[in-house]
């Protein structure tokens, strides 16, 4: 099974890059985040003429998550099962292939002594408290997406740049291993130790091409899943494309591939 995960920031803006390298890639499953469409606007037949059926939450503003699979979708939900989260169209979940697969979109923070901080990090333990209610660690569960949250220093170009700054604080850092901790391993670190392999580069400056970047697009997998992970990688190639004259997203596409 191949799973991808890709935040498309605006779908309606990148699809035919995105179906270009479905084509190209061939995943069984791609979960996309920032598609900023609504559910009636969704491609859904586009992404039925490569064989994927798909589902999809989204109010057409900022967020809306999608998960595109051509090993089924079954039962799928949307949301955390909160007022404040079902406005935020942050997190859709389907069963694809026997793996319960989510597609998350992690509130960004904005500032460290903002009000978004507090709801990112009130929202993260929400999602802890989800996996808690909804699932045993040793069923084969996914959680893919964009967390906006680099895991370690290893995970972002220059440490002493972000300090300060959200995405790498303690508290946030901190809630991302209590997920973690309820039986997900971060597999793309497993393959990749040492680091320094991003995901998520700043439009400005040029930093794509300078490799100044950050790993915020994350697969977490139950152990069931992640004892049968064969690969991990992070296709940068993808970020140098711009369809139709639109320029590519600021993030990549995050692919595993597990014996499942």
């Not at 191949?2 to 499953?29: F, K, Y």
């Not at 303690?170 to 991302?176: C, F, Q």
């Not at 091409?209 to 940068?236: F, N, Q, W, Y």
Request: hydrophobic letters at 40%; one cysteine or more; aromatic letters at 10%.
């Amino acid at each position: 099974m191949r799973l991808a995960t890709w935040n498309v920031n605006s779908l309606g803006a990148r699809l035919p890059l995105v179906l270009e390298w479905m084509e190209a890639n061939g995943p069984d499953i791609l979960c996309m985040q920032e598609t900023k469409l609504t559910d009636d606007a969704f491609p859904r037949a586009a992404f039925s003429q490569l064989g994927y059926e798909s589902t999809h939450f989204g109010d057409g503003r900022w967020n809306g998550v999608a998960i595109a699979s051509r090993v089924g979708i079954d039962a799928p939900t949307c949301g955390l099962d909160s007022e404040a989260d079902r406005h935020g169209c942050r997190l859709v979940a389907a069963t694809c292939g026997g793996v319960r697969v989510h597609s998350v979109y992690v509130p960004n923070g904005r500032r460290l002594d903002s009000e978004h901080y507090t709801f990112k990090l009130d929202w993260l333990a929400r999602l802890r408290e989800y996996l808690d209610e909804r699932y045993d660690p040793a069923s084969p569960v996914a959680l893919c997406g964009d967390f906006n949250i680099a895991p370690t220093d290893a995970d972002v170009w220059d440490p002493a740049h972000f300090v300060g700054m959200t995405h790498v604080s303690e508290p946030e850092r901190a809630a991302l291993g209590h997920i973690l901790d309820w039986g997900l391993v971060d597999v793309f670190s497993r393959f990749h130790p040492d680091g320094h392999i991003f995901s998520w580069w700043d439009y400005r400056a040029g930093n794509f091409h300078k490799g100044l970047g950050m790993r915020i697009d994350l697969v977490l997998l139950s152990a069931p899943l992640a004892a049968k992970c064969t690969s991990a990688e992070i296709d940068r190639d993808a970020r140098k494309k711009s369809p139709a004259g639109n320029k590519p997203s600021d993030h990549t596409v995050v692919v595993v591939d597990v014996d499942w």
